[in-house]
């Protein structure tokens, strides 16, 4: 796996909380297999950059029959060659510290 996604992916007409659609959400991710890490501001996830894309058309495609607007950020760190990037990420930094 050589990359890493960022993704936050919201419904903006459901009111103040939207966790119930969310959890949605990270229920497709998990069902992809993918490693992941879930924050307060959303899901970092690894893999090939092509099944990344499709997971998040995936994700998308979860909210929008229920949701009239749907907001989405998407970052993506591609690299070469790198494997479990998630972790070494961290412990990288951990160390540095």
């Known amino acids: 796996m050589s990359a890493i996604l960022e993704l ?3 419904p903006m007409d459901k009111g103040e909380s939207v966790s119930n659609y969310v959890a949605d959400v990270i229920r497709v ?3 992809s297999g993918l490693p992941h890490v879930t924050g307060p501001m959303g899901t970092c996830i690894e893999g090939e950059v092509r ?3 499709e997971l998040c058309a995936r994700c998308f ?3 929008e029959p229920y949701c009239e607007r749907v907001y989405a950020t998407m970052k993506i760190d591609y690299r070469k060659g790198r494997t479990g990037g998630l ?4 412990e990288s ?3 540095k510290l």
Do not use: W
């Open 8 to 10: 936050a992916i919201f």
């Open 61 to 63: 495609e979860t909210l």
């Open 87 to 90: 972790g070494g990420k961290l």
């Open 29 to 31: 991710i998990d069902a």
């Open 93 to 95: 930094l951990s160390g």
């Open 51 to 53: 099944e990344l894309t």
